[in-house]
C-alpha cells in the first residue's frame, strides 16, 4: 500500500474513531489523570497562547518544554503538522496544541461581513457560511476561530460595528447561535468543526463615543437586558470558547472581571468552556489603571477566570511565582488547565491532532461559492427606488460603472480578511459585463479609491454617464475605514464621491447608487440625489454576481437594515429600541425653516435636533423589493394575561404585488408603564418568508414572560402588570399595534 494510500486509510480510521463523541464523564477523567502527571510549569504552558508563523526553533523550543497550549495564525497545514508533531510527539506528555484564527467571515470562500449577514435576517445563510468558513480553515489546521462576536453595537462610529450583528439583542443573539451550530456542526471532534468563541464579553459595543478601546458606562439593567442577552444565548448554544473584552465595564476591565467571567458566566448561566483573553487584554489592565504591574495583573485574571492568556506573557512570566507565594493556589491554575484540556479533548485533538494532507486546503468549492453569492443577494437592502431597478433591458441597452467600490477587488471583502486572495473576488464591474457584454457597459472610476479627493477622473465618469442609459454609482468606504481601531467621527461617504454624484446626477440619466460599506453611513444628500439607493456592507468573494443579479431583477432584493441609518452622524449613537422620554419629538422646526430673530420656545421643547431632526433616516427592520407586501391587523389569541402567562399573535401578510418575494415580519412588543421605564418598541422574533404574487400566509408567534420582562435587580427580573402593545410588522417604524394586559394574577382569578 502506498504511503498516500496509507495516509488516507489512516485518517480514515481516526475518521472513525474520533467521530464517536466522547462523553463528558470520559473526558473528566481523562483530564484529571493527565492533570495529575503534570508539573507547574507545564499546565502553565496549557494556559499560554502564542502568535505563531512557521517552524522557528525558538517555538518549537517552547512547545517541546510544554510552554505552549494555543498557537494563533499558523495556516499552512504542513507547518501545522510539523509543530505538531513537536506537541504531540516531542514533549514530555504529548498534549496537542489548538491552532486557532480569526475566520469572521469566511477563510477563503469570503462572506458579507457579519453586519451584512446580520441584514439578510436569515439564520440558515448564517448557518450555512460559518460550516463552509469551518471546512475551509479546519482543512489547514485550524480548530478554533474568534468568532461570533455579538456584540451590540448601537454606534456607527465604532468601526467594529462590522464584526457585530448590529443594534438588536434578540436578531445578534439568533444569527449568533446560527454561527456557533455552522462553526461546531453535530460533533466538535469532527475534524471539520471548529470551535466557536463567542466575544467580546462584555459591552465593548458600548465604547464611549464610539471609540474603539473605550471606556464603557452600563447601568446592570441594561447590561442585561441588551449586551449580555446574545451571550447568554450562546452559552445555551454550546459555544465551546468565550473571550474577555479589552474594555472596562463601570471601571473593572473584563479581564480581570471577576463578577463577569465566574459569576455570571459561570454561576448564573453554567458555562463549562474555555476563556481567552483578548490580544494582550491582561497585560492592557495596567494602563488601564486597574494593575500596578504584570505580576499584579496576571493574579486578577487568574481569579477573574481567564483560562487562557493570548499575547500578554503574563501567567508564563508570573504564574508560577504567585503560586509559590501563595497568592494564587495550585487548584485554582489546576481549574483553569483543566478548562483548556476539556476543549482539547472536545475537539478530538488527543485522538486526532493532524490535518489529513490528503484532504487539505478545500477552498472555493463551486457550491461554497454559491452560497456566497445568495448570502450577498440575501442580505443586500434595497433603500430607495423610484422605478429605476430592475434595470429594464429594453430600455437600458448602455449602462455606466462609475465609482471607486466598481471594481474593489480587495475592498469589498471587508474588514478581518486575512487569508483573502483578492483575485478570487468577482466585482461588480467584472459580473455587469459577464451579464450585459463588455460593449454595453461603459466604465469610468472618476475616483481611485473611496477616499480619494482628486477629481481628475470625473470627466471621464460624466463622459460615460452622457453614453449611458443608466448610471450605476458605486460608492462606499474602504475595507480599512471599518474593523478594530478604525473609527469615525464623520459618517459621511469619505473623499470626493458625493461629488462625483452630484456631477453624474447633472448629466440627467437615471442613477442608481450602490454603497458597499463596513458601518451604516449618513448618505441623506447622496440618497436624495440618486433615484434608486441599494446598501451592501463589504459583501466578500461574490459581491458582484450577487449584485448584478438583484440589479438586473434576476434576484430580488430582501435585505432588512439590521441597525438605523443616521440623518447626521451627530445623532450617533441611534438605535430603536429607545427610550420615549419626558418629552418625545414633535412639531419638530428644522434649522433652514427658523424665522431669523426666533423667539426661545418657537421651535418647541421637545427631544430633537434643529438640524437633524430625530429618528433613523432608514429605520431599523426597513428595506424594500421588487414586490409589496401588505399586513393585515395583528389578531390576540387574548386580550389580558399573568404575569407567568404566555398568548399567541398571528398577522396575515400578503404579497400584494406581481412577482415572487421575501419579506422579513418582525414581532415587537411596548411595556406602556413600568418600574423602570421601557423601549418605545423592542424586536422579540422575526420569520424570513417568501411569498409567491398574490400569496397570503399567516404568521403566528407566542409572546411568553421571557419577552415581557426585565431585570430590575441583578439576574431578577419582573413582568410586571400593565397595558402593552405588539405589532407585527416590516420595520421599526411601521404598523399597527395590537393591545392587550398583564393582569394582577388575583385580577385574573375575579374575571
Ligand atoms: C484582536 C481582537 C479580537 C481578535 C484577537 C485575535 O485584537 O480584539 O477580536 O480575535 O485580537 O486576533
Redesign the pocket.
Known sequence: MNKRLFSAFLSACCLASVSAVMPDAEIDSRVSDLLGRMTLDEKIGQLNQLSGYGYAPDMVGRIRSGAVGSL?NETDPEVVNQLQREAVENSRLGIPLIFAR?VIHGFKTIFPIPLGQAASWNPDIVREGARIAADEASSVGIRWT?SP?VDISRDARWGRIA?SFGEDPVLSAKLGVAMVEGYQGDDLASPNAMAA?A??FAGYGASESGKDYNTTWIPETLLRDVYLRPFKELVKAGSATF?CS?NDINGVPSSGNRVLLEDILRGEWGYDGMMVS???SIEQMIPHGYSADLRQAASQAVNAGVDMD?ESHAYTGHLRHLVESGEVSEARVDSLVRNVLTLKYRLGLFENPYVDMASSRRFYAPSSLDAARRAVEESAILLKNTGTLPLNNSKVKKIAVIGPMADAQHDQAGTWVFDLEKERSVTPLTALQQMYGKENVIYAPGLEHTRDLDTKGFANAVKAARKADVVLFFAGEEAVLSG?AHCRADLSLPGAQSRLLAELKNVGKPVVMIVQAGRQLAIMPESEMADAVVYCFHGGTMTGPALANLLSGEANFSGRCPVSFPRMSGQEPLYYNHKNTGRPASGITLINDIETEAGQTSTGCTSYFLDAGDGAFYPFGYGLSYTTFEYGEPVLSATSIAPDGSLKVSCTVTNTGNREGAEVAQLYIRDHVASLVRPVRELRDFAKITLKPGESRTLEFTITPADLEFHVNGAQTVVEPGEFSVWIAPNAAEGTPAKFTVVKPNDLAAK
Open positions: 494563533l480569526d474568534f462576536m464584526e468563541c466575544k467580546h473571550m479589552f483578548d490580544w494582550g493570548m478594530e
